[in-house]
């Protein structure tokens, strides 16, 4: 299965090592044109405004087309794209999952941590690592909570996407992107 990593900006790098370790094809997203090539894609942290800068009209609704028909994870300001409703400031979001979400709910990069909280994902907590993370302030119907940090959602899936308030990349435990790739095994 190839998965693309979309490599405009944040730690794309640690996703591809994940994905690789985990038996992935990976290939790295720089041009809207490279969706067409791949079965599942992950969009990483960064700044989510500069991900819709960088991408442009074309880009932005080439990304939207492909994740309302494919396997999508978004980590971070990925969470924040894939997001129907977007606060602090109101951005625009791909409206692939049915959710609210304030960006750097939890304060500036100082605040940063990392924690452990239970998920459906398997018996032991899950480690989560915050890096001016956004908060999932409301969840629609048909989105289901896969982890909560403090009751917050942190961890969703609507269907073939999934989204993590967290960088799963940067922690040892492979159970987040093992997820992702059983989604895009069914898909394919």
Do not use: W
């Amino acid at each position: 299965m190839r998965i693309g990593v979309l490599a405009l900006q944040g730690d794309f790098e640690a996703h591809r090592r994940r994905l690789e370790e985990l038996g992935a094809e990976v290939v790295l997203v720089r041009k809207p044109e490279q969706l067409d090539e791949i079965d599942g894609l992950v969009i990483p942290g960064g700044e989510s405004s500069t991900f819709l800068k960088l991408l442009g009209e074309k880009g932005f609704q080439k990304l939207s087309n492909f994740v309302h028909s494919k396997p999508t994870l978004g980590t971070c300001a990925g969470a924040i794209l894939l997001a129907n409703r977007v606060e602090n400031p109101e951005q625009t979001g791909l409206n692939a999952i049915d959710m609210t979400i304030r960006r750097n709910a939890y304060g500036r990069q100082i605040d940063s941590s990392i924690v452990e909280a239970a998920t459906s994902l398997g018996e032991s907590p899950l480690e989560m690592v915050f890096i001016r993370a956004p908060r999932i302030e409301q969840v629609g119907q048909g989105v289901e909570v896969l982890a909560r940090h403090d009751g917050d959602p942190v961890l969703v899936r609507k269907g073939n996407v999934m989204a993590a308030t967290f960088h799963p990349e940067l922690s040892d435990d492979t159970r987040v992107h093992a997820e992702f790739l059983k989604l895009v095994g069914k898909g394919r």
